[in-house]
């Protein structure tokens, strides 16, 4: 079955970047996103992306968090600068093919402390 893969997560301080990746090659996504969870909140949207380039932010990153992808390498992108403790969480992959199947990551961690 196709799975994503993310990678790019890590410890940074306040103010610092980090780049999140996600791919999948088996097969063509009508849109790619990213979502969070922090420990013991729910899951929210951060960004998403569709094939024909239109995206969405969540307000709480919109002016430091960019996403983009590789149509061709189905691979999703999420650059996070300017980065602030309230980002700290679990950042999942999620990507919906043409077809209508839901796939899930299984996570990066991203940590912004001091």
């Known amino acids: 079955q196709v799975q994503l893969v993310e990678s790019g997560g890590g410890l940074v301080q306040p103010g610092g970047s980090l780049r999140l990746s996600c791919a999948a090659s088996?097969?063509?996504?009508?849109?790619m996103g990213w979502y969070r969870q922090a420990p013991g909140k729910q899951r929210e949207l951060v960004a998403r992306i569709w094939r024909a380039g239109g995206t969405v932010y969540a307000d709480s990153v919109k002016g430091r968090f960019t996403i983009s992808r590789d149509n061709a390498k189905n691979t999703v992108y999420l650059e996070m600068n300017s980065l602030k403790p309230e980002d700290t969480a679990v950042y999942y992959c999620?990507?919906?093919?043409?077809?209508?199947?839901?796939?899930w990551g299984q996570g990066t961690q991203v940590t912004v402390s001091s």
């Open positions: 999620n990507a919906l093919s043409i077809l209508g199947t839901d796939l």
């Open positions: 088996e097969t063509i996504f009508s849109s």
